[in-house]
């Protein structure tokens, strides 16, 4: 039965700490009595509120705001600013007429401030309906027969279309007769004609001065035919000469004839000289013999020259003979050539002067053509001249149908934009018209709290209390231990047989003992002063002794890691406000982003905050609390094992 | 004597600091063991791992056969802390009562109130006692279980002469019941008067243990004599330096001074007197200063306490 010496001892020791344990105990009590009749009305009595009216009186629904003090701003500018300084609470923008109400709210007193936007609104809207009413139901008989109208427009709209498509088709027709048109043609062969025409100038001109040579080349014959007739009588003249060589030849002959005949008798002389020779010789008793052969030798060259002499002269003499005859046989050709000469003479002359007379009439025909081009040519430019201004004519023509065209069709394209705007205006219509005036009547705000009746003493009371638990059910074990410990008497207790379990059980049943009866005085106080439901007290005993559990159990094993006594306070508080923060208890858990509402809503307070607003504020059976008193439990279960475990902590 | 505790090798760390290290002793039933030191030597240590406050130690502490680090010393080992530890605010009664609870030794309450003569304070809070009587609290919740090994940490400092002795008594009473008792000091008056033997302990070791007489005959050095003579002494100096025991000797005028030889000295004294008045010399004043354990002290480790 260690753990309930250590319990009783505890208890006891609780009770000698004296101003401390007051302290802790009674302040929370104290607190009630000035925090609670400070809550005790719940009333936005003296509110301020800032209005700003655009310049024009305020109006008189504003003027009747319930229960608060109207401040009426200059502009809007510093009706804002105020409100971001927290000197008025919210912020009215409007203009009696206006459609819209603008309201700012002190974010920092959000709920006041929308509660008030709310009756600012419901203020400004009563006995608004029945106007709006009437006026719905006058503008939606003007709606109805706006859309007979444009029905009947947007009946209109295809026979214009059909119009502008008939103008559109005549406008194509008109485009392609001048496109047929084709002066650019015309003006193309026309152009080709002049050059042709140039070319012919130009060749007609070449063709008479070719005309002109060809006369010249034909007089040249003239001169050809006087050539030919010295040449007949240059062959004349040799012909005369011939004869007279003829002659001569003849001559020449006979003295030949003559000449040989003297040899002939000289080489026999010499024969007979040669044979006397011969014989004196060939007998021997000549004595003169040797100068005989010499003169035989001198004799016979004398006869073989004699002998070669009239070889030669008979050579000479048929030598002339021959060219006698050729000389006849030229004469004979010289005549007929000059016969040939003659008949050609005669021939070219009849020639020359046909040619002559044939050149005459051509260059005659030359010149006549030659005018008539001279004329064509002067008839080109004129005619390029019309066909010019025929071309400036017809894309004068062509731009103006495009234009035409263009204006056309995007007067068709507004047509038919005209034709979807009307026709959606038309489905808004519709839309319009088929809601009924009834249904557009905007329901009148009515806010009304779902536990009515609350004093904001109800309210703040479960934060009050979780608050109250966490701060003294962490302070007090944590105090209480470290107190302990200071005194030396953790040391004595590891010398005994008590065991850590014991030791932590009896101590915090001593702690949760104390807590709970601070927090149940608490209650009583809440209860018989500040109107917390005496229905309620059973329900927060329960609620009361799980969350001190919690906390007490949680001190104890925070004291494991304090060496201290005058770090408890900054501990208790670097724990206690991010708790209070993150918990719940100052602003719900919805106000926190994800991971902190994960946190926050795993934290022993946002349980005790559960547990308390169930119990006192929602009035809620037992059965609903179950599940944070259950969280509540375990938490004081796991640190009471965590505590234990580190029991033999040593602390320098 | 019975051997009740071995301590071999002992070592004690916090952290990385070694506070005590290669500390070996034993206690016998019936004494009285006394740890001299000064002040941060590692005497509160030694006691924390002997008690078992500290598991955390190297070496042995044997308690018979069984190492203290896993004994239940709860019922033989009574340990009190240098600093009070008890509830401040609790009468004496109600302290003593709450750790006889503990361990289930209810009737003993009373009788160690009476025992202890705290029985007019017995309704008085622990925290408005004089510091005598809170020491003597601090001492009675460690002798609840009627421990065989009692370990006081400096059970003294701090306190009038009278209340010493008072602790003093009750120690000796504890030792003629047979128990161990450690008491850590830096009194040397202390530990010579108390205690039966001592342990010189400098930077967590024990450098020596023993009977004080022991340590001082051993450790001590010489006696010094210093006398004021009538009349100039120089005459005399060569007959001192002849007495046997007699060293260093050294003379201004009327003054004389020498070292004696521990345990000679009655016998030195009375041969110099003899020399004295053969010279017609008498003594003013004499100073004998016999070593002490703070000698002792000094010589061993090098400084005093
Ligand atoms: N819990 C602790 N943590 C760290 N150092 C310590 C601790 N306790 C004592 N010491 C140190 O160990 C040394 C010895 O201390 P202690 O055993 O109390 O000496 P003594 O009792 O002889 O004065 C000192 O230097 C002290 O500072
Ligand atoms: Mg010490």
Redesign the pocket.
Known sequence: MNWWTFFTNEFRFIRRQGRTALLILFVPIILMGTVGPAFSKFDFGSVPVGVYAGGSSLSPQLQQLENAELYIYPDEESLKSDVARGAVVVGIVYTPGDAQLTVYRDPLRSIIATEIALRVENTLTENVSAVIRDNLYSGWASIRSARRTLAERIEELPSARARIDTNLKALDSISADVNSLSVTDAQQNLEALASGLDDAGNYLQAFQSSINDYRSDVDSIALLEAELSETRYQISEARTNIVAVRAKISGYVTRVDARLVQVNSAIYQLDSALSTIATLRANPAFSGNTDLAQVQTTLYSARSELASARDELIGLKSDLQETDTQLATYNNLLAEKILGIDELNVELKQKRLTLSQKLDSLSTDVSNYYSKVTSAQAKVEPMRNSLNRAQSATSSVQSFTTNAKDSLNSLRGDLTSADTMMRSMQTDLDKLLAVTPSELIVPAVAPQDAIPDLTSFQIVFPALLGITALLTGLLLPLIMTLRQRSQGVEDRLLLTRASSASIFIGRFLGNWLVVFLQLAGVLIIGSFAFGISASSIPGGAIAIGAVAAAFVALGLFISRFVAKESSAVLVVLIIGIPMIFLSGVILPVEFLSGAARVIGSAMPLYHANLAFAGVFIRQNPLAYLVGPLIVLVEYAAIFGILSIAVWKRRI? | MTSLVRVTDLGVR??H?Q?VAGCSFELFAGEIFGLL?S????????LRALCGLNHDYSGSIRFGNVEARYADLSRIVGFVP?DYSFYRDFTVEENIRFFAKLSGNVPRVHLLIEELGLKKYAHTRAGTLSGGFQRLLNISLALINSPKVVLL?EPTVGLDVGMREGIWALLERLREEGCAIVL?THYLEEAEYLCDRIAL?DA?TVHLSGTPKELINQYGGNTLVAMDLSADASGAVTAVKAIPAVLDVKCASNQLSFECRNGEVVDALSRLNQVLSAKKLKVIDVNVREPSLNQVFLNVIGHGL
């Not at chain 2, 002040?39 to 030694?46: A, C, D, Q, T």
């Open positions: 320098a | 916090y952290f600091k506070v030191g002040n941060g030597s590692g005497k509160s240590s030694i240098q940490d850590t302990v967590g």
